[in-house]
């Protein structure tokens, strides 16, 4: 009988205990039986390594040094690893019950496949609503005007993450949303898990997308630049360029917002207006706008109760 494929997953973390045994339970309780766990901290001041010498019998290893950062974490995992598929679960994340099995099931059903992704949740940190997100089928184009692939719920298979290469070192904040564009601009086929979800996503003023807009923002600019600097972009795809500049504005401002920052958000509808007035065709301009308006807690005083509503239902 042909065993199951290994999966790998690394966890990269820094002082972030107050989540990171959720997360670490989320992994060594899958009932996936070929699991293989790397945990990488950075050389936390918290009790990050108590937690993880209490499962340190449990994970294939452990480590908790200064790095170069998540991308360098998640790199050395990974060059650990020995998986057939490989994953990263940031430590404010967890997986859902099934995730890995899943995943898992995916692959060998569909070995044209190099990376797969599915539903997730997400939730305010100290709110039990939970909104489930189910991503479409995988298209590059949708892919440049947003990043709709919930990177917890991703898998890749070592072949792919060979052929598409490491985490670039130099992102801070749009390393997974550089790896999706460069493996779709090399031609890997991203396949899409149905069913319940893979992952819970964590929603909080400490992650680093919300911290910190302005990086954010540039960053993505960086990415996109390289992107259709790549001769392997069709020509089809080029004249997106600005528009799809203008939409990561967009997703800036939202996140700006969510955090209560509504001028800031404001700011960057203005940045996307100038990049192309086009981006008013867009509702998630408007969607924004209003959120603005409304000013980041009503803003999410509402997400929240309509989240709730929904789990009533």
Not at 38 to 59: E, M, P, T
Not at 179 to 201: D, S, T
Request: charged share 25%.
């Amino acid at each position: 009988m042909i065993p199951r494929p290994l999966v790998s997953v690394v966890t990269p973390s820094y002082n972030q205990a107050q989540f990171l045994e959720e997360t670490v339970l989320s992994v060594l309780n899958q009932s996936y039986p070929r699991v293989q766990y790397h945990v990488l901290d950075g050389g936390s001041s918290d009790i990050s390594i108590d937690i993880l010498k209490r499962h340190s019998d449990r994970l294939a290893s452990w480590v908790s040094e200064k790095d170069k950062g998540q991308a360098d974490a998640i790199n050395r995992g990974w060059q650990k690893s020995s998986g057939d598929i490989l994953a990263y679960l940031n430590a404010d994340d967890q997986y859902k019950p099934g995730a890995i099995a899943a995943a898992a099931a995916y692959f060998e059903k569909y070995p044209e496949t190099g990376i797969v992704y599915g539903p997730c949740n997400s939730f305010f940190t100290g709110q039990p609503e939970e909104r489930t997100y189910s991503p479409p089928e995988f298209s590059l184009k949708r892919l440049l005007l947003e990043n709709f692939i919930p990177q917890p719920t991703v898998f890749i298979r070592r072949q792919a993450l060979e052929k598409i290469g490491m985490l670039d070192l130099s992102l801070r904040y749009c390393l997974d949303y550089d790896l999706w564009l460069r493996a779709a601009a090399k031609g890997v086929v991203f396949g899409r898990v149905e069913g319940p979800p893979l992952a819970r996503f964590r929603l909080w003023t400490g992650s680093k997308t919300s911290s910190d807009p302005e990086g954010w923002a540039k960053e993505r600019l960086q990415v996109l630049e390289q992107l259709f600097s790549d001769s392997s972009i069709s020509e089809k795809l080029r004249p997106l360029k600005s528009y799809a500049q203008a939409r990561g504005y967009v997703t800036v401002a939202y996140s700006a917002n969510l955090c209560g920052d509504s001028i800031s958000a404001r700011r960057y509808l203005k940045k996307a207006f100038g990049t192309t007035p086009a981006i008013v065709q867009d509702s998630q301009f408007w969607r924004v706008g209003g959120g603005s308006l409304l000013g980041g807690k009503t803003s999410r005083r509402l997400r929240r109760w309509a989240w709730s509503l929904k789990g009533q239902g």
